[in-house]
């Protein structure tokens, strides 16, 4: 439970500054003149410019992001700052800890500088194979929370269901629900899954939605579900003892998107029978950073020497994941629409699947979209082309209809008969609105209000939250190379922000009122003019064909990284935490710095 109290952030801040004063000299008559007029600005006329105010964050998930911003924390780049990183799971992960279906791996190069895969402050040489499983990323994970002793800032099995932000006292109230153990929860609106009866309330001047968007996993919209006899599995949700239902039976296998085309080659030689159900065509490629993966794209593994020599050589191994960060990097032309860049990867992706398919030419006309490259997510996938022309392999198309006692009906009045077990490959539910009510300043309810029209700030603030950060909201380069990239650099971006609020003497920030909806405006005309725009069904648009692109940044990632590195301040409402406009510059304080007063961080100026 919380040690946390339940006061005011300008009564928390003078507490703090008041404790710092013993021993310290009088401050000068210029500043003595606060002493009747406001106590927090008197406080501060006693310490050091720059004197970080205490502040204590709750940052919920414990992936990638909750990692990062817990490491933040530990290495002091937050300075005089508490963090409690809520999961509602038994165990750190997030996405890789989730998703185990047979096949499960990341399309992102392992050793890539800063990749999907690592940290840039903990590289790993020791990566297994090039495009890495997703036990060996669980295993990276785990061994980052025990090495950076980043597990004492976690809380697993606290799932949160409510938060609110106290006008009174500047900061967020936060509901947490201890979870009963199990491995997996859902977290849902409206979905009770796993909450004991033990509940408390947190406080917190800072909230950091770590959630992330690969972890909402939906059920097909396909009726009668309860009516299939055999075992109905989800790719996100895979069960430990799944094995039993695959090995030697008949697996229905719904869907093409990038966990489908891992399943199939994966479960093709222990299944006896697999119908495959495809909606829609899709291209699918090589996978990503292809140029350094092994023949035709194919993943490999790295030999011992291979391994010990870049533990050896740190710059050695640094050189060649940048090498790799800028092939990803030098893919973004293909996403604009009409690019020569597309062409090519349009002629190329042509060429792949008609070799990979073989004698199968019938299926090449039927997998070919109408769409551009890129339009969907590409859907790498080694082997399933191929694991397609399989004997043990029927392709159905259509729209799955509805379930059946013994399988799947399409609309198109197609019926098996004969289903022991039932993959839905289906995907997520890529709303960007929070899994539980976040209630805001002027009434707003972040929940339903990115549920309606999905909007942030660069897809880190959002209007009427103040103190609220968010990885991967509303307009982040989902579409684009590495994810851990970008969770490192919207780090350092909410640092910033939480410095500047703890030493100038500010209670919050919130982006201005126009802002978000500008942005907003801005992110969807530049988007119209790529590929992400056109006529297909994808996650970008949350499984529909013409639906806004609220998820992808308008611009590469290379210039989100850009404008991440700094901030536009004039871009935020920063409320102090003196009442009067007259004492704004209270902060600058006794006229010392709070680094030249401690001389193991004294400034350089040579």
């Not at 222990?270 to 699918?284: C, F, K, L, N, Q």
């Not at 990803?328 to 008609?354: C, T």
């Not at 942030?456 to 950060?469: G, I, K």
Request: net charge negative.
């Amino acid at each position: 439970m919380s040690t946390y109290q339940p006061m005011s952030a300008r009564d928390r801040a003078i507490k703090h500054l008041q404790s710092l004063t013993p021993g310290l000299a009088k401050p000068g008559e210029a500043t003595e003149v606060y002493k009747d007029v406001d106590d927090l600005a008197y406080a501060l006329s006693r310490v050091p410019t720059f004197t970080p105010r205490p502040v204590s964050i709750i940052a919920i998930g414990a992936g990638f992001a909750g990692l990062s911003m817990a490491r933040a924390v530990s290495t002091g780049n937050l300075h005089n700052a508490s963090i409690t990183v809520y999961e509602k799971n038994s165990d750190v992960g997030g996405t890789w800890y989730e998703n185990r279906y047979p096949g499960c791996a990341c399309d992102i190069p392992a050793p890539n500088y800063q990749a999907i895969y690592q940290f840039s402050w903990a590289p790993n040489p020791f990566w297994k194979s090039y495009y890495a499983k997703q036990e060996d990323i669980l295993s990276y994970m785990r061994s980052v929370a025990e090495q950076h002793d980043l597990r004492r800032y976690v809380k697993t099995s606290h799932k949160i269901t409510n938060a609110s932000w106290i006008p009174e006292r500047e900061v967020w109230q936060v509901t947490v629900t201890k979870t009963d153990g199990r491995d997996l929860i859902i977290s849902s609106p409206g979905v009770t899954d796993g909450e004991t009866s033990t509940t408390f309330v947190e406080e917190c001047d800072i909230l950091i939605n770590c959630t992330g968007f690969f972890n909402h996993w939906k059920w097909p919209n396909v009726k009668d579900r309860e009516q299939f006899e055999g075992r109905m599995l989800h790719s996100a949700a895979w069960p430990q003892d799944a094995d039993k239902d695959i090995k030697g039976k008949t697996v229905a296998l719904i869907g093409n998107g990038s966990s489908g085309v891992q399943i199939l080659p994966a479960i093709l030689n222990d299944a006896e029978r697999i119908y495959v159900h495809i909606r829609s065509p899709t291209w699918v490629t090589t996978n990503f950073a292809s140029k350094f993966a092994g023949p035709g794209g194919s993943n490999y593994d790295y030999s011992e020497e291979q391994k010990a020599a870049w533990a050896k050589d740190p710059d050695a191994y640094l050189q060649y994941r940048r090498q790799i960060e800028q092939e990803l990097n030098s893919r973004f032309g293909l996403y604009v629409d009409h690019s020569p860049e597309q062409k090519v990867a349009r002629e190329y992706g042509i060429r792949e699947m008609a070799n990979k398919l073989g004698e199968r030419q019938d299926l090449l006309q039927a997998l070919l979209p109408d769409f551009a490259v890129g339009c969907r997510r590409p859907t790498p996938g080694n082997g399933y082309l191929e694991a397609l022309t399989s004997p043990k392999v029927q392709v159905i198309w259509g729209t799955v209809e509805a379930f059946t006692k013994k399988g799947i009906r399409t609309s198109s009045g197609h019926e098996t008969t004969d289903v022991d077990t039932i993959i839905c490959a289906t995907g997520f539910d890529l709303s960007c609105a929070p899994r539980f009510p976040i209630n805001g300043l002027n009434g707003t309810n972040l929940q339903h209000l990115w549920t309606e029209n999905p909007r942030s700030y660069l897809s880190v603030t959002a209007e009427d939250m103040p103190n609220y950060f968010s990885f991967l909201g509303p307009f982040s380069p989902l579409g684009h190379g590495s994810l851990v990239t970008s969770i490192e650099m919207v780090t350092k971006y909410i640092t910033d922000f939480v410095n500047k609020l703890q030493t100038q003497n500010y209670s919050y920030c919130v982006p201005k009122d126009h802002i978000p909806a500008a942005y907003q405006k801005h992110a969807l005309a530049w988007l119209n003019k790529t590929v992400w725009a056109s006529n297909c069904s994808s996650t970008f648009k949350n499984g529909t064909a013409g639906g806004q692109l609220n998820s992808l940044h308008p611009g590469s990632r290379i210039n989100y990284f850009e404008l991440l590195r700094t901030p536009r301040w004039e871009d935020f409402e920063w409320k102090s935490l003196c009442e009067s406009e007259d004492l704004t510059f209270a902060w600058l304080a006794n006229g010392f710095t709070y680094r030249e007063k401690n001389p193991a961080d004294y400034p350089d100026t040579t």
